[in-house]
């Protein structure tokens, strides 16, 4: 089978979303599926033209990263998508920006078209009034829509009744993800993880809140920051003005195959996110048996709970130290790991996740309507 995909993102762009494509397509590919990709050219030292992982890649023009830039590159992007459908069985929208350039490009050649709906943003723009109508014309022209949490997939159903999204988690690749030999050193007390980008949206700012009370609650505990972002500077001088500097450390961005050991160094793993969707952070920490503390937002009780590790209120430094400092103190950590790691490899596996979406593509191919399971 053929599959066209069209995102903004892609790797080496870093993401829930960028992650998600990238091991689907990967899992495709693996399965001997032939895999295109159009996208955003979104650094200026990466090619037009590439294969990653076996994988077709196309990138075009982005003049911004924002909402404006967003929809010039959907539109700018549409000729080629277009041309890459050719051979196409099945095209698929990576997001809602991307339905209409995969929308065209299908119905020019008589193609099915999947959706999936990432990300908070589309939840920001279900809340506003003036985007409604243009988001149902958007929603209408799937032949089937994914959402990976429930949350997003109710609100779209709220906005087109009828629609009848299917939640589909992130998978992940659980033969990489996976405990290995820790790549950090040891420290005299807990180690905690905050696999996060330092953006607003990820709430970073109310874990370094919260650490002055963890720090008088738990001997030695320390905390690794794992991403970057346009916050890191205030949150290393906020953390000096707390007086918890020495307990956090700033590691930025890493790539990929340095997570699995990062994660193995680790007691538990925080996400402390004011929005998500289903959070790939936090599959990946529980994949690697950590117990994970999140906040109570989006799909991230859909994957979390106290079998697992816990939930807090999310923008309440209170409560996320109450409730870290509780998990810490439990004698069944190490159960709670492998807990959440048989949850992963049963539910969440990036196996699991191609091969649904190989049903819906051989499906909506077939001229069927796909059924959810």
Known sequence: MNILMHCIYFPPEVGGLESHVFNL??????????????????????????FMADIHVSRTWLPGRNPGG??????????????????????????????????????????????????????????KAQWRPGLRALLRASDHTFATSVEIADVANGLLPGLSTEPVTNGVDTSVF??????????????????????????????????PEITSEVPGVEAI????????????????????????????ARPNSEIPGILSSAAAAVIPSLMEATSIAALEAMACE?????SRVGGLPEIVDESVGTLFESGDPADLAKRLVTLLRRADLTAMGCRARERVVTRWSNDLLVERHLEVYRTLRAGERAARP
């Open 70 to 127: 967003w929809f010039l590159h959907s539109m700018c992007s549409t000729p080629r998508t277009t041309r890459a459908s050719v051979r196409a069985d099945v095209v698929h929208a990576q997001a809602i920006a991307s339905i209409p350039p995969a929308w065209i490009a299908g119905r020019i050649r008589g193609r099915p078209l999947v959706t999936t709906l990432h990300t908070s943003h589309f939840l920001r723009l279900a809340g």
């Open 25 to 50: 397509c990967r899992g495709l590919v693996a399965r001997g599926h032939r895999v295109d990709v159009v996208t955003s050219r979104s650094q200026p030292n990466i090619p037009r033209e590439q």
């Open 178 to 211: 996976r405990r290995c030999e820790p790549s950090l050193p040891p420290v005299s007390g807990p180690l905690l993880v905050v696999p996060r980008r330092l953006f607003p949206k990820n709430g970073v700012r109310f874990f370094v809140q919260a650490m």
């Open 225 to 252: 920051l794992v991403g970057d972002g346009p916050e890191r500077e205030a949150l290393e001088s906020l953390s000096a003005q707390l007086g918890v500097a020495d307990r956090i450390r700033f590691l930025g």
């Open 290 to 294: 950590l117990p994970v503390a999140a």
